[in-house]
């Protein structure tokens, strides 16, 4: 079968491991996904339809049903491109393909591609502690710094990443080396190593506050994910009830002008916060049906979070830090949160005496992540990764340079296209499914192709259950596929993997529709049943 299905087949075991050893669903068994009759609107009817012609040539069953969806009510009015290629050069279906359009979360796969092409599989980022000062009897005369490196993960749920309670007790014990016992100054969250604003300026603002926005600089804690806990008030109208849970951030003042709605009326809490002052607001409604549950939020203040709960662990140790915690805002230690008026200037990173340092997942586990997660705060990590890399600054502007160096270094012609974050929550990016599928057969060519594929996932696995459903095992598993899904927005790319065969019949890509008025799960079995037929092409 070639080296190409090798690595699509250890792609299917690495992401059923990373799924807790979820195996894709099984299905009915279908000998000849093709055989689907094709309908024009998109449901299972099993009516025939007459093959379609164009230029005298019989089109394949694809393009067919591409042609007849276009104009059923649910597409009808939308934005509808696609295009679909076998890497050897056949085009399999063909719609609208240079058009540009909202990508939503199918970015990751250039973000991700990029930095794994870039960086390298193995690349892990690394969080140090240094001090400035001196020790003397077991007291540092000075302050205790927790230098970010960029590492996405600390404090992170995800089963990749180094629990806390564990990375905390590997920095306590370098105090231990180190010989410091006590600290007489203060413990800084130092998150310099990322420049520039903490979140990208053209995110729509409601977006801001949720868990899906958590910018960041250098130094995070749970991903800059603020839990707290909702319910609702005793009757409609009243105050909706809201706690913060973790991490624990005493700093922060909540104004909740938020109330209770009618039942049936759903969740429309938005948070409102800012990284300037300790204050977030909560507004909008909480119907009074609805149970209590835990909404999770941005915290702007990930390094000064991080500093503080390391801070606390250490005082379970017996090690106190007589200084408190500080973060480091515009080159000065900052203690107070609501200041306008900083400290003195922080140390520079190279004037630091080093103790010891810890490394994150390798960038594989982290790409993985942000595919199969669709994890934001993971991919604007890795763009302004690559920029703060490749040109020393992880300004979105340098990041912007330093991606369009991976693709001239893929052949990949970005000149019609726009790109305004690695997550997609932009809506200003504007990508086409000729740019998309020209990466990823880019991207077959990478060095790192046989890592980049791994992270991807499969119609059927984990976080992909529903996908195709009503195909057989062997149809799902040859779908290695990405979402993309934000209001109006619903995308799939990636690869299809063949039968038999071997490079030159794996079929790349990209199905984008934009400015759907129907919700996603009536465009969903549309976009299944295209994949199935590109899966019968090969």
């Not at 502690?129 to 749920?157: E, F, H, M, N």
């Amino acid at each position: 079968m070639g080296r190409i299905n090798s690595l699509f087949a250890s792609a299917a075991a690495v992401l059923a491991m990373a799924s807790g050893g979820l195996a894709p669903a099984q299905a009915n068994q279908r000998t000849n996904p093709g055989s689907y009759a094709l309908t024009s609107s998109g449901g299972h009817s099993t009516e025939q339809t007459p093959a379609v012609r164009e230029g005298g040539r019989r089109q394949n069953r694809t393009q067919e049903y591409v042609g007849l969806v276009s104009q059923n009510d649910i597409l009808k009015g939308s934005q509808f491109s696609i295009l679909a290629v076998k890497v050897g050069g056949d085009t399999i279906a063909s719609r609208n393909p240079d058009t540009r359009m909202l990508p939503a979360s199918n970015m990751k796969l250039i973000t991700t591609g990029a930095a794994i092409h870039a960086l390298g599989p193995d690349f892990r980022y690394s969080t140090r502690l240094g001090y400035s000062g001196q020790i003397r009897d077991g007291v540092l005369d000075g302050d205790l710094y927790i230098i970010g490196g960029g590492d996405p993960t600390i404090a992170s749920k995800d089963s990749m990443a180094v629990p806390r309670f564990f990375l905390f007790s590997q920095w306590a014990g370098m105090l231990e080396k180190a010989g410091i016992r006590e600290i007489g100054g203060r413990i800084i969250g130092d998150g310099r190593y990322f420049d520039g604003p903490i979140e990208k300026d053209s995110w729509a603002y409601h977006d801001i506050g949720c868990s899906d926005a958590c910018g960041g600089d250098g130094l995070c804690f749970y991903e800059n994910i603020q839990e707290v806990k909702v319910s609702a008030g005793s009757s409609v109208g009243a105050p909706v009830c809201a706690a913060p849970v973790f991490p624990t951030t005493p700093w922060m003042r909540y104004g909740i002008n938020a109330r209770t709605g009618k039942a049936g009326t759903g969740d429309n809490l938005y948070y409102f916060p800012t990284e300037y002052v300790a204050y977030g607001e909560i507004v909008g409604s909480y119907a009074i049906d609805l149970k209590p549950r835990t909404e999770t939020f941005s915290n702007k203040f990930g390094a000064y979070t991080c500093a503080y709960q390391f801070f606390n662990y250490l005082k379970t140790k017996g090690i106190e830090a007589k200084g408190g915690v500080a973060d480091v805002r515009m080159g000065r230690i900052r203690t107070d949160l609501d200041s306008q008026e900083y400290g003195p200037y922080a140390a520079k990173v190279d004037d630091l005496t080093v103790i010891g340092g810890t490394q994150s997942p390798t960038l594989k586990e982290i790409a993985l992540m942000t595919n199969l997660k669709s994890d934001n705060f993971y991919a604007e990590t890795l763009l302004r990764t690559l920029g703060r890399r490749m040109h020393h600054s992880a300004t979105y502007d340098s990041s912007y340079v330093a991606l369009n160096d991976v693709f001239k270094s893929l052949g990949v012609d970005a000149s019609g296209v726009q790109i305004r974050d690695g997550s997609g929550l932009s809506r200003h990016n504007y990508l086409s499914p000729s740019f998309i599928v020209s990466f990823l057969k880019a991207m077959m060519g990478s060095p790192a192709f046989g890592d980049y594929i791994q992270t991807i996932g499969v119609a059927g696995g984990a976080h992909y259950e529903s996908r195709l459903a009503s195909e057989s095992t062997d149809v799902r598993n040859r779908v290695h596929l990405k979402s993309g899904s934000m209001n109006g927005v619903r995308c799939y790319s990636g690869y299809i993997e063949p039968r038999d065969g071997t490079k030159e019949d794996v079929i790349v890509f990209s199905i984008m529709t934009n400015n759907a008025l129907v919700r996603a799960s009536q465009v969903d079995p549309i976009l299944d049943r295209i994949m199935a037929f590109l899966a019968s092409e090969n």
